[in-house]
T-cell receptor, first 113, second 113 residues
Framework: NAGVTQTPKFRILKIGQSMTLQCTQD?????MYWYRQDPGMGLKLIYY???????DKGEVPNGYNVSRSTTEDFPLRLELAAPSQTSVYFC????????????FGPGTRLTVL | GESVGLHLPTLSVQEGDNSIINCAYS??????FIWYKQESGKGPQFIID?????DKRQGQRVTVLLNKTVKHLSLQIAATQPGDSAVYFC????????????FGTGTRLTIIP
């Protein structure tokens, strides 16, 4: 199993541009999450999904959108990028909400200039 | 508001010694506490968890201690190795089945050869 994969690994955006961060998992996990990690900080939950067709906001959802059309994929959309969105973005998955173990992807480092 | 925090941002330990990483929490309603390890350039990786009705839990070379009286959590790593160098995060979950984790800011552990 590849686990959780994310693309791209790095990206530089100009202010106002848009992009989609891709996340795919091959573990047949129902739950998927998007976090952002600012330098020297912990992870903040942006959005999460408990199954295909179901998404919900986390702690810091403003400026982002998600969709979950399949169990495997959970893309994160940035509209009108701002410098405050410069961060490292991690996608994660878990079998259920009863599992404390979330499996993380390698991250996408995004810089907005 | 409720938060998960850490006492020390950095910790340097001689190879072969034991490491103790501390974490303070303020949400007395948290049901689970979890430790994650994040190596440079990678996503976090689950280490061990402990339920709030336990005081101690042991894994392979790691022990987590929970003191609910003072709302303190610690991760002990025995006989530290160079591969233990990483940032360690504690996280909490407010109830079993709740899919969301709240992460602390992390402690960087450096192993001195």
């Amino acid at each position: 199993n590849a686990g959780v994969t994310q693309t791209p690994k790095f990206r530089i955006l100009k202010i106002g541009q848009s992009m989609t961060l891709q996340c795919t998992q091959d573990m047949n996990h129902n739950y998927m999450y998007w976090y952002r990690q600012d330098p020297g900080m912990g992870l903040k939950l942006i959005y999460y999904s408990v199954g295909a067709g179901i998404t919900d906001k986390g702690e810091v959802p403003n400026g982002y959108n998600v969709s979950r059309s399949t169990t495997e994929d959970f893309p994160l959309r940035l509209e009108l990028a701002a410098p405050s969105q410069t961060s490292v973005y991690f996608c994660a998955s878990s079998y259920s909400g009863y599992s404390n173990e979330q499996f993380f992807g390698p991250g996408t480092r995004l810089t907005v200039l | 508001g409720e938060s998960v925090g850490l006492h020390l941002p950095t910790l340097s330990v001689q190879e072969g010694d034991n490491s103790i990483i501390n974490c303070a929490y303020s949400n007395s309603a948290s049901d689970y506490f979890i430790w994650y390890k994040q190596e440079s350039g990678k996503g976090p990786q689950f280490i061990i968890d402990i339920r709030s009705n336990m005081d101690k839990r042991q894994g392979q070379r790691v022990t987590v201690l929970l003191n609910k009286t003072v709302k303190h959590l610690s991760l002990q790593i025995a006989a530290t190795q160079p591969g233990d160098s990483a940032v360690y995060f504690c996280a909490e979950k407010t109830d079993f089945g709740n899919e969301k984790l709240t992460f602390g800011t992390g402690t960087r552990l450096t192993i001195i050869p």
